[in-house]
Structure formats: structure tokens, C-alpha cells
């Protein structure tokens, strides 16, 4: 087991090596949850670290324990097109072993060097191309889970179709470690594309950016994601994947679509596929500096958001295909405009902690939805130990 003082990013504050626990495996994780269950012990869990900045302020911790030590694949399986890995696998590290049997996972990150599977999974911040093969949610057909006392549950398995136990995956994902410590999770994972575009359009106005994206979307042409953004212009970002034979026939058919409304002022074209989803990455950089704004709203109505979005001063990304809209800027104020009058309630992935004091970042919740989590957390945490404060409701 790990205390060495450099794995404590500043966020830490004051805490002393001693306090930053870093286990090696599970069932170093294990006693470290049960001695700090008998010292009533207040926990920060996090993996790379790389968004903390997400979640409520929560209430002052007592140690912070990190699993970016639990780092192994412990299984792979490419002709089952199946892996299992431990919650500190880097995004970096798990793209790498796939890509070795010419396979994948969607995973779109800002800092796939230091972001963890787990952590991932803990925030449920999937990317765009969840619009082509779904989000890392639907990814999981297994988990585990170290409870507040150290006791460890599982569900699932290593079968694409397992539905053994209760659904705890969907408990699990996004709920930033409030009902407990992920320790495993098992993967599908996909074959990669033959090959990759970044198609790239440059529209002088947001609205003709939004019909030139729908029109991509509502065809039968299944891009990888769809992107708007105001990156020098109005321009959408589509990722195509396809067999090398069909690639681009393809590219020339999105291209045609998106141009029947209006033509564009340019039209760009990058063999790197990652490149079409770059606004994204740059959107949910929570060790940006950013204020970052994310708001449900279903692709026929982000165009007024659109709109509203005044100039430079704040940058924008609306996945189309997720129906979500990121908004960036260096200040609160810069976003409070464009959100009036808006119905979704917006989730504040990143704010100054200032800021943060005395409101819930994720938003309302109705009442039936409030009392769930609720007597979720009583049941698996009674002490509020795990991440305390963090989470919807500051729980």
C-alpha cells in the first residue's frame, strides 16, 4: 500500500501523506474501508484525480484513498470480445491492450493518461460517440463493489447476456462513490473500424450549424457523433467509421447531406477520427480552469440555445446525439445568460468552490426520485462516510 505524498494533487488541501492511501488490491481496499469504518473516518475516494472538480463541496475529509493502485486487466478475452479490469486502469492503458487485437471501447477523455475506467464510471461523463455504440453504462455486464465495511458484492459476470443480481451497475454508475468503491468492472468491448474521418464544416450562423447537424443525424448515414461548436465559426464535427472499401463513399454522401440546406463556408477532412470529437475532450477538461455547464436538451431545440450563446466569451459543444449541451467560459457570470429561460436544469461540472457553497450542482430532484437516493445512501452508507456531501442532495 501507497502513501507517498506525490499522489496528493492540491485538491487534497492539508492532508498529510499518512492520510492519502492508495491500496495495491482489493483486499488492502477492503481493510482500509474497515479501519476507517471502526475510526468513523470521513473518505475522499477518487481515482486520476482528473475530475474532482465535479460533484458538491461535501464536508471536510478525513483520509482520501485512491485506487488508481488497483490497476490490472485481470481478464481479457478477444475472441469473447470481453475484458475485466480494475477501477485505476488509465483510459490510455485499456485503449492500448485493445488496440493490440484491433479492438476498442468509445471512450472520449480528457486526460486518458491519468483518467481512470473507474472514475469514468463513477462520473458517467460518456462522450459522443455514445451515439454509435452507446455509453460506458451499457458497456458493463459486470461489477464489483467493496461496501462501507469492506465486504465485497458482485453482479453480473463475463457473459455479454448475464442478467445475474440486481442491476448494480446502473446503481453504481454516476453516483461519484456514494453507495460504494468499484473494485472491478467486466467490459464488452468492440471491434475497431476499418477506418476514420473527421469531417469538419465550417457555417457562418448557428442555425444553419444545427440543420446541416440534424440532417446528418436524421439519416440513415449512423456517424460515430455529431458535434457543434463555436471554434472560430459555427462548425460541425462528424465522425464517420466505416470498412476502408466504404469510407469514402461515405464521407462524400455526409458531406452532400449536410450541405443540402445550406453550403458551407468550408468543409475540412481529417483521416484522424479523434479530431471530430476534440470539442468535446476540450468541454469536459475539469483541470481546465473552466466554469463547465452541461444541459439536457433534445437536438430539435438547442438551436436558440444556440443563439443566446454571446460571442467569444462562452465556448460551446452541443452533442447532438446525446441531446446534451456543454457550456465553458472562465466565469459563472459569463454562462448565467445564455441559461435563462431555459427548462432543463443545468449540472455544474466544474465551479469554483465558492461558488458551490449552499447549492446542489446537480440540480433538483423530485421529491419520489429524492426520497430513492435517499434510503439508497441510509441503506449503503448509514454513516455517510463514502464521499460525503458529494453527491445529488449533498449526500
Known sequence: MSSDSKLAPPVFGNLSPEQIIAPESVDELSECLRQAQNDRARLLVAGGATRLAFGNSGSAFDRVLLTRGLNRVIHYEPDDMTMAVEPGCTIEQITNVLAEHGQFVALDVAHPETATIGGSFATGMSGPR???????????????VAGVDGAIAKAGGMVVKNVTGYDMMHLHYGALGAFGVVTRLNLKVFPQPGASRSVIFTFEQSVAAHAAAIAILRSQLQPASILIANDDGWKVYARIDAPPTAIERLVERVIS?????????????????????????????????QVVVRLPIVATRQVALLDAVPGDDVNVCADIGSGLVYLSAKTKASIAPVLEGQDSPPTWLSLPVAERQGIDVFGPMATPAADVVRRLKASFDPDGMLNPGRFVLGL
Open 257 to 289: 447531406t449536410a450541405s443540402e440546406f445550406e453550403t458551407p463556408q468550408d468543409v475540412a477532412i481529417d483521416e484522424d477520427g479523434s479530431v471530430a470529437v476534440q470539442p468535446f475532450v476540450r468541454a469536459v477538461d475539469l483541470q481546465s480552469g
Open 130 to 144: 455514445r451515439l454509435g455504440g452507446g455509453s460506458l453504462k451499457d458497456w458493463v455486464i459486470g461489477i464489483e
